[in-house]
């Protein structure tokens, strides 16, 4: 099944998206990686908020290659998904916290990541590992940016308009699925077989 | 002047690498897609061929993760460059990064990112040194990104384990890295050595020439073999089971100490990004950019 989804995404459509539809989103879609989400939870213990909102919107793992223009513009370069499982030790606790809809991101998550999706409603959407034109091509606008001086580009929030941004294939949804931890567990079988035969 | 020759050599080497994939890897990938079944894994592979197009056509960076810089440098004894070569590499990541442009990837740990893809004590970029006879310079730049650098592994296996316990490390080190490092990977695999050299095996060993097997038939027959299990672990395009798992495997050996059986395998993702140049001590400059 293919899903086109609008930021601010009602409850009711994560909740209705399985493992395995593809999906493209429009609207807002924040970066964030280890350091943004460290100072993000940070900033939520002392009782302060982030500079910006991510409630309903997609959080994307994601350091891009980013560039002013002329104009004193910034645009994007490149802006593919990183490694997800680095966030998988707070990504829980931030999902709780600021009730993001879509994970985007690429390598899939884990167990605790799944919980969170499933209690508070949010998938994870994979996007392909170093496609990061194609991505580039679905983000319309920087609308803003935060952080980047502390950070530096591949940490800070930068805050962008997309459209259609995709096509990310739901891996975990909020019904227990988790296609990436599914595979991961055939291949760990096919391992220990492997090692078992292998000749000297 | 051969310093600003050879600094303007590194740039288009480090822009090459970021932008152009290797064309047979790319034959290999779109070979390798009409042969997936399922369409996971085939719109997967689509879209890495998509993207790869997209950076060699516009000459922009396929990944935003333009990785940590390294050269590997044949220098001739009578090539005119000598001590001053590393300044000039260093000068080149420099301008690499504003002219491509490269993602910043150097983090100082308590002042942050650098902002330059240099820095810290002389150490980033990485460049290693060969001595050769001849007057030339033979320059590779191999930036690789951390996702599928974060996979790498290194044992110091009971030398009683032999052969078999090397392959095994392999099998389990790549099932370990999974879908983590953006998968069709490119697998290298230094063995002996020592616990550092191993390592640079295992990186030198990704960057023999695609398919080309190692000249010594006993090591060939495991690189043949490892290319098979490996694959059959099922890991899959971007780790979702369909499609390659690995695109090729070099294994480099060293000899060992008796009581030592150090091995290192060093992981690529799709994107194994290289690219090479002769620079001649008149100035000549020849690009190769597949190799």
Redesign the interface.
């Known amino acids: 099944m293919e899903h086109h989804l609008k930021t601010p995404v009602p409850e009711e459509e994560i909740r209705n998206l399985r493992a395995?539809d593809l999906i493209y989103v429009t609207g807002t879609v924040v970066t964030a990686r280890d350091e943004a989400h460290l100072k993000a939870l940070e900033l939520n213990e002392k009782g302060e908020a982030p500079p910006v909102d991510f409630k309903g919107n997609g959080v994307f793992h994601?350091?891009?290659?980013m560039?002013k223009d002329d104009g004193g513009e910034w645009r994007v370069?490149?802006?593919?998904p990183?490694?997800s499982?680095r966030m998988e030790i707070f990504q829980d606790e931030f999902i709780k916290v600021y009730r993001p809809s879509v994970i985007i991101g690429?390598?899939?998550m884990g167990k605790r990541t799944a919980k969170a999706c499933r209690e508070y409603g949010c998938v994870y959407g994979?996007f392909?590992?170093?496609?990061?034109?194609?991505a580039a091509?679905g983000i319309k606008k920087v609308r803003d940016v935060f952080w980047l001086e502390?950070?530096?580009?591949?940490?800070c929030l930068w805050v962008y308009d997309v459209e259609d941004f995709g096509?990310m294939?739901v891996?975990i949804d909020t019904h227990g699925g988790n296609?990436?931890a599914?595979?991961?567990a055939?291949?760990?079988e096919?391992?220990d077989q492997?090692?078992e035969e292998?000749?000297? | 002047m051969i310093e600003k020759m050879v600094e303007d050599t590194a740039v288009e080497l480090l822009r090459i690498a970021a932008t152009e994939l290797p064309v047979e890897y790319v034959e290999e990938m779109d070979r390798l897609m009409r042969e997936t079944e399922g369409s996971?894994g085939t719109?997967?592979m689509a879209?890495?061929l998509?993207?790869v197009n997209?950076?060699r056509e516009?000459s922009?960076?396929?990944?935003?993760?333009?990785g940590v810089v390294a050269f590997m440098a044949k220098v001739g004894d009578g090539f005119p460059l000598r001590s001053k070569l590393k300044e000039v590499l260093v000068e080149a990541t420099k301008r690499a990064t504003k002219e491509v442009?490269?993602?910043?990837?150097a983090?100082d740990m308590f002042k942050?990112?650098t902002?330059s893809n240099v820095g810290l004590n002389g150490h980033v970029p990485i460049i290693y040194v060969d001595m050769v006879p001849g007057d030339g310079l033979e320059l590779v730049a191999m930036p690789k990104?951390?996702?599928s650098s974060?996979v790498a592994a290194h044992r110091m296996l009971k030398p009683g384990l032999?052969?078999?316990g090397v392959?095994?490390f392999v099998?389990?080190a790549v099932?370990q890295a999974?879908?983590?490092?953006?998968p069709p990977y490119f697998v290298g695999v230094g063995i002996g050595g020592g616990e550092d050299a191993c390592m640079k095996l295992a990186k030198d060993a990704l960057l023999r020439p695609f398919k080309v097997r190692s000249p010594d038939h006993r090591v060939a027959e495991i690189e043949e073999e490892l290319l098979v299990?490996l694959n059959?672990?099922?890991?899959?395009v971007?780790?979702?089971?369909e499609g390659p798992s690995v695109l090729d495997v070099h294994v480099e050996m060293a000899a060992r100490h008796p009581a030592s059986l150090p091995v290192g395998v060093v992981i690529s993702?799709?994107?194994l990004r290289h690219a090479k140049a002769t620079i001649s001590a008149a100035g000549k400059v020849e690009i190769d950019r597949n190799a």
Request: hydrophobic residues 35%; aromatic residues 0%; charged residues 15%.
């Open positions: 395995g994601c350091g891009p290659i560039q370069v490149a802006a593919g990183t490694t499982a690429k390598g899939g994979a392909t590992g170093g496609a990061a034109l194609l091509r502390e950070l530096g580009m591949p940490e096509p294939i891996t296609l990436t599914d595979v991961g055939r291949v760990a096919r391992r492997l090692i292998m000749e000297g | 996971v719109s997967q879209n890495i998509e993207n997209i950076a516009g922009k960076p396929m990944c935003q993760d333009t442009p490269l993602r910043p990837n983090v942050g990112n902002g990104g951390g996702g974060n032999g052969l078999r392959k095994q099998v389990e099932a999974g879908s983590l490092g953006c299990k059959e672990l099922g890991i899959g971007m780790g979702l089971g993702c799709w994107g």
